[in-house]
Antibody, heavy 117, light 115 residues
Framework: QVQLQESGPGLVRPSQTLSLTCTVS??????????WSWLRQPPHEGLEWIGY???????FYNPSLKSRVTILLDPSENQFSLNVTSVTAADTAVYYC?????????WGQGILVTVSS | QAVLTQPSSLSASPGASASVTCTLR?????????IYWYQQKPGSPPQFLLN?????????GSGVPRRFSGSIDASANAGILVISGVQFEDESDYHC?????????FGGGTKLTVL
């Protein structure tokens, strides 16, 4: 069974960089059939796709966040990561990592990240 | 104007049918799009229900009951999630999604209350 688990700080100061890691088990992250995504959901709001990475190293980002986002792959640890720079209160959300082929089929449980001083 | 628009809430009685609509922005033809539907319960990540492009081109998620189905209303330019025989356990948030301009786009989500 494929499992994903997000980890990282739950509190980030404004203007700092948000950094999260997703650890994948049950599927090698260099499986070329899938993409590895980050999504987020602000409190009591809808979902927003942030971007994804393929084992080839190709990345695709949501244009609304592209200037502040980087997603990287670490096949040796079977992990992928997310960096969001210059955060504001608007970046407060539950962040999810997920696997996708045609659709997002396996998700992590999510991690709440609050941006506050 | 948002790409996908959903009503914020909907209520249904047990045993009745419920329709969750996902209206596409003007200029995007629903008949050319594949709409995906997810169910999300409080404190949990979304779970894939199905995708629907047409009556002959749709995919049901593994283990998803057949009382969940998709359709389109071309006159309203909307994708629709139909829940037949609503059960108390169906009380959840429902999200529609589509691939648009090289981006996965979501609707704002609809909270279904069963009462």
């Amino acid at each position: 069974q494929v499992q994903l688990q997000e980890s990282g700080p739950g509190l980030v100061r404004p203007s700092q960089t948000l950094s999260l890691t997703c650890t994948v088990s049950g599927d090698p992250i260099n499986n070329g059939a899938y993409y590895w995504s980050w999504l987020r959901q602000p409190p009591h709001e809808g979902l927003e796709w942030i971007g994804y990475i393929h084992h080839s190293g190709n990345t695709f980002y949501n244009p609304s966040l592209k200037s502040r986002v980087t997603i990287l792959l670490d096949p040796s640890e079977n992990q992928f990561s997310l960096n969001v720079t210059s955060v504001t209160a608007a970046d407060t959300a539950v962040y999810y990592c997920a696997r996708s082929g045609d659709h997002f089929d396996f998700w992590g449980q999510g991690i709440l990240v609050t941006v506050s001083s | 104007q948002a790409v996908l628009t959903q009503p914020s809430s909907l209520s249904a009685s047990p045993g009745a049918s419920a329709s969750v609509t996902c209206t596409l922005r003007s200029g995007i033809d629903v008949r050319l799009c594949r709409i995906y539907w997810y169910q999300q319960k409080p404190g949990s990540p979304p779970q894939f229900l199905l995708n629907h492009k047409s009556d002959s081109d749709n995919v049901q998620g593994s283990g998803v009951p057949r009382r969940f189905s998709g359709s389109i209303d071309a006159s309203a330019n909307a994708g629709i999630l139909v829940i037949s025989g609503v059960q108390f356990e169906d009380e959840s948030d429902y999200h529609c999604m589509m691939w648009h301009n090289s981006t996965w786009v979501f609707g704002g989500g609809t909270k279904l209350t069963v009462l």
